[in-house]
């Protein structure tokens, strides 16, 4: 997305988006306390003895405890800017969003959610307007329960399995050094989310740099990284917009969330760690064959280029290492990506994996902006594929994992995430 109105357009959406959090899901559960209400005395009576009228009100209550902590998110003084500005309430979509992710589905349609169909649009515009305000509200519910896998003690579970094992694989490769020798070497996260991985890396001493095209989770990665001040500062309801497989209404669909578990400036802060960037957009623009024949710029003390604000930035032979995860069934084509990771690595240069595969734009009639479509593949095809492309695969296994799941629900979608250590061949 180069234009820049257009650029502008579509975080301004992503910013009212967040504001209309609150009119979308108070919409949802009062639906579902009209249904309550439409029944006969008896049965509300029943209903009334378990406790059904005040989870209802529970959850308006859950409802606008995360629509603040979404205004406080949303209150940097440009975000701020987006949403005072003069606009009309019909917004277009943008190509460069695609509805899939890791989570397991559910539906959350409304017919009034988004506080704007009130008739007077055509009844096709009305559709395609609901159409966008239901995939926007899913995408800020994923947000949510991002929070829990990055920074909740909730999320441990899924940090342990996914995360510790490029941790560990990634200072197998790079020992430690000894803490007078100063620490180059670069590593890039694809698909950092909200950038606990990326952090835990910098953490360690390498030179990190995360990289993240959604623009809800940049949003809400902004404001963990740099505008927590310690520990348990807020507080989110992450599973309250379904009321489907929970063991207990307090415990599970009620479950208040702490975050973050830990400040990423008491880690990072005064000295500490080794330098820590991220960057928005697009991984095959910003690391693909536009930015390898770039000529290389002069390095600053703490491992990057002078002139990397700009994006102007030769990647190729850069990383000592990439780390992927659950990252590569993003692409259409995975050619692409893993023909760029091998071209911005250095040479004997890492790449540490882990995911499954769930291609997102299976079955998308969308096509890129350079016209490809879906290329699906089977693991013993990327792996082969992966050989072709100059890798040298030195560790594999399978790892049992979820990926946002809710604690302790009664339905757990579980992937069996390959991950592996491959080399650049020379």
């Not at 009576?45 to 995360?66: C, P, Q, S, T």
């Not at 579970?157 to 094992?165: G, I, L």
């Amino acid at each position: 997305m180069s234009d820049p109105n257009e650029e502008r357009d579509h975080w301004r959406s992503v910013i009212r988006a967040f504001d209309g959090y609150m009119r979308y899901h108070l919409s949802a559960n009062h639906a579902r306390r009209m249904n309550f209400l439409s029944l006969d005395k008896e049965s509300k009576a029943m209903f009334d003895g378990i406790g059904y009228r005040e989870k209802l009100d529970a959850v308006d209550e859950g409802i606008r405890r995360n629509a603040e902590f979404i205004e406080e998110m949303i209150a940097t003084p440009v975000f701020a800017d987006m949403l005072d500005s003069d606009e009309s309430e019909y917004h277009h979509s943008h190509s460069h969003s695609h509805s899939y992710s890791h989570e397991q589905p559910h539906s959350h349609s409304r017919g009034n959610g988004n506080g704007h169909g009130d008739g007077h649009l055509p009844p096709n515009d009305y559709k395609k307007q609901q159409q966008e305000s239901d995939l926007s509200q899913d995408k800020i519910r994923s947000t949510l329960r991002s929070f829990v896998r990055d920074w909740a003690i909730e999320g441990r579970r899924e940090r342990k399995a996914c995360y510790d094992p490029c941790l560990e694989a990634l200072e197998k490769y790079y020992p430690l050094p000894e803490p007078e020798d100063e620490r180059t070497i670069r590593v890039l996260v694809p698909g950092c989310g909200l950038g606990r991985l990326a952090m835990e890396i910098a953490a360690r001493g390498f030179a990190s740099q995360g990289n993240e095209f959604s623009s809800y989770m940049l949003i809400a990665s902004d404001w963990v990284l740099n505008h927590t001040t310690h520990r348990h500062s807020h507080t989110i309801y992450p599973y309250l917009h379904s009321f489907s497989n929970h063991l207990s209404t307090m415990h599970n669909l009620l479950l208040r969330v702490q975050i973050p578990d830990i400040c990423p400036s008491d880690v990072l802060g005064n000295g500490q760690g080794g330098a820590f960037s991220l960057v928005a957009g697009d991984f095959e623009e910003i690391y693909g064959p536009s930015s390898w024949d770039l000529p290389p710029a002069p390095t600053t003390e703490e491992g990057w280029e002078d002139n990397e604000g700009d994006g102007q930035v030769c990647q190729k032979g850069r990383w000592g290492a990439v780390v992927t995860c659950f990252f590569i069934d993003c692409a259409r084509n995975v050619l692409n990506y893993l023909r760029i990771i091998h071209t911005i690595l250095a040479d004997d240069g890492v790449w540490i994996n882990i995911g499954p595969l769930l291609w997102h734009f299976e079955n998308s009639p969308k096509k890129s902006p350079k016209g490809e479509g879906s290329i699906e593949l089977s693991l013993d095809e990327v792996k082969e594929l992966a050989r072709r492309v100059g890798f040298d695969i030195k560790e594999e296994k399978m790892i049992n994992t979820t990926y946002t799941g809710i604690p302790d629900g009664m339905l757990k979608h579980e992937y069996n995430a390959a991950f592996w250590v491959a080399t650049k061949r020379k």
